[in-house]
């Protein structure tokens, strides 16, 4: 399986941006994704996550409310709606896959990673 993470930029805050996480390879409706985000200094952190088969969603706390997380099963697509983004969501974005359908907030459990995407909050 192979990801590709975009969508990335440099936004005011209060601004909006939209990242896509397209999957190929050998996929599976028994599978989990998740987005994690790592600032500058700081751990990788889970941000939001879903599972493809009944489309349950997951959200750190940081960011319930203002991040939405969908998918598109047809194209293998899972995004990540961000709204009144704030200077500290400022971070590289990385879109993970696993099989089984939990969705767990640790990277450990993530067998597949995008390369990541930058997203600026400028204030």
């Known amino acids: 399986v192979q990801l590709q993470a975009s969508g990335g930029g440099l936004v005011q805050a209060g601004g909006s941006l939209r990242l896509s996480c397209v999957a190929s390879g050998r996929t599976s409706y028994d599978a989990a994704t998740g987005w994690f985000r790592q600032a500058p200094g700081k751990e990788r952190e889970f941000a939001a996550g879903?599972?493809?088969?009944?489309?349950?969603?997951y959200y750190a706390d940081s960011v319930k409310g203002r991040f939405t997380i969908s998918k598109i099963s047809a194209k293998n697509t899972v995004y990540l709606q961000m709204n009144s983004l704030k200077p500290e969501d400022t971070a590289v974005y990385y879109c993970?896959?696993?099989?089984?359908?939990?969705?767990?907030?640790?990277?450990?459990?993530?067998?597949?990673w995008g390369q990541g995407t930058q997203v600026t909050v400028s204030s």
């Open positions: 879903i599972r493809w088969s009944g489309g349950n969603t």
């Open positions: 993970a896959l696993r099989y089984g359908s939990t969705v767990h907030s640790t990277e450990q459990w993530y067998s597949y």
